[in-house]
């Protein structure tokens, strides 16, 4: 399947400055845009995020903890600033707007990468098969003639990884991107007919009879659905990427 997209609208430019704090100092911050996540931020530092002028929603996670949720709206070619601190490292971080920043600490798009993320005329294509991951097992005995019931939950992040190539990401700048990336998950999303946001729990409730068997496996699953992002102005040009699209958990009787 085929998926195009195209986009003439200006961008705009988050622009978020993360307070120096002893808390978490050693570790960065998750950063999401409009649900997705994007660049994570360091300590005392400051990052740009390049997006579609219009209505945002960010918020910043570090392990259990969440910000507040600020709604924003940035207007074509304007620069938003955004302030992350800490109030207390038990309450986690929070964001709010900040007083103007210096013009010296980002350099706004330029207009030939604004262009050229304009003029670029995105082919998805998404691979019908979908590639199964173990990445954790578990095993569990049961007494003969014993039936035993498991409840067992995961929560799993809607991962999008992108392998750039250095030919073609030198192409575009950072925040560009992270836009590519927001783009082509929400046409994914659009494809697969739901939302995704960005970290999902799923449960299950197994049944193990020790008739049947003496010992079972639990292997969690992660199903990444693959794909490639074609670049029709760079003949040739194809960049491979995998979305992780949901977690299943499979149950083998060992005999």
């Known amino acids: 399947m085929e998926i195009e997209t195209r986009s003439n609208q200006q961008l705009a430019t988050i622009l978020l400055k993360r307070e120096a704090h002893w808390s978490y100092s050693l570790r960065s911050f998750r950063v999401y845009i409009d649900e997705h996540e994007v660049r994570r931020i360091a300590n005392d530092k400051t990052e740009p995020y390049h ?38 490292w038990l309450q986690g971080p929070y964001l709010e707007f900040c007083s103007p920043l210096s013009a010296s600490l980002i350099s706004p798009p330029s207009k030939a990468a604004q262009k050229n993320f304009q003029n670029t005329n995105l082919q998805v294509v998404l691979d019908p098969k979908l590639e199964p991951i ?16 498991v409840t067992r939950s995961r929560t799993f992040e809607h991962t999008l990884d992108l392998n750039w ?9 950072v925040g560009l991107k992270d836009l590519i990336s927001a783009s082509i998950q929400k046409k994914i999303e659009r494809q697969q007919g ?14 193990l009879n020790g008739t049947t068997a ?20 760079n003949k040739g040009s194809v960049i491979p990427f995998r979305f992780r699209e949901r977690a299943e958990l499979e149950v083998r009787a060992v005999k």
């Open 214 to 233: 003496a010992k079972y496996q639990l292997i969690w699953t992660d199903i990444w659905q693959q794909g490639t992002v074609q670049f029709p102005e």
């Open 51 to 88: 997006v579609l002028a219009g209505l945002h929603s960010v918020q910043i996670k570090i392990d259990f903890y969440s910000s507040n949720l600020l709604q924003i709206n940035v207007l074509p070619g304007e620069t938003l600033s955004l302030c992350c601190t800490i109030q207390s």
């Open 165 to 173: 190539n250095d030919e073609l990401g030198g192409q575009f700048e």
């Open 134 to 149: 173990s990445v954790v097992t578990e095993d569990i005995q049961v007494p003969l003639g014993v039936i035993i019931k």
């Open 194 to 207: 739901r939302g995704y946001k960005e970290s999902e729990t799923v449960s299950y409730e197994i049944e």
